[in-house]
Nanobody, 118 residues
């Protein structure tokens, strides 16, 4: 079955960086778009970055120019490089498998906690 496992979260100071990874199994990774969601306490889960099968990327304004999504099809892994982190980036981060070029998502991982605090 499809399995997505995130890693790389943790505690970081404002202005710092983290790199999240999401390892996929049980699927033909290269034919799917992938996305990163996040959910802060008391807020809805939000799609913040996506990458199509062809490598086209999209970001929400709040992370644009700070976060970079990438993929390695040979390793069946999608990454999220997060730079210049802010306190408001604190959330649980989830990767997800996209369908129809990333219009909808059908599988999510268990999430990894990112806490930005001094």
């Amino acid at each position: 079955q499809v399995r997505l496992v995130e890693s790389g979260g943790g505690l970081v100071q404002p202005g710092g960086s983290l790199r999240l990874s999401c390892a996929a199994s049980g699927m033909i990774f290269s034919i799917y778009a992938m996305g990163w969601y996040r959910q802060a306490p008391g807020q809805q889960r939000e799609l913040i970055a996506s990458i199509t099968e062809a490598g086209r990327t999209k970001y929400v304004d709040s992370v644009k120019d700070r976060f970079t999504i990438s993929r390695d099809n040979a390793k069946k892994t999608v990454y999220l490089q997060m730079n210049s982190l802010k306190v408001e980036d604190t959330a649980i981060y989830y990767c997800a498998r996209g369908r129809d070029g990333g219009i909808r998502y059908d599988y999510w991982g268990q999430g990894t906690q990112v806490t930005v605090s001094s």
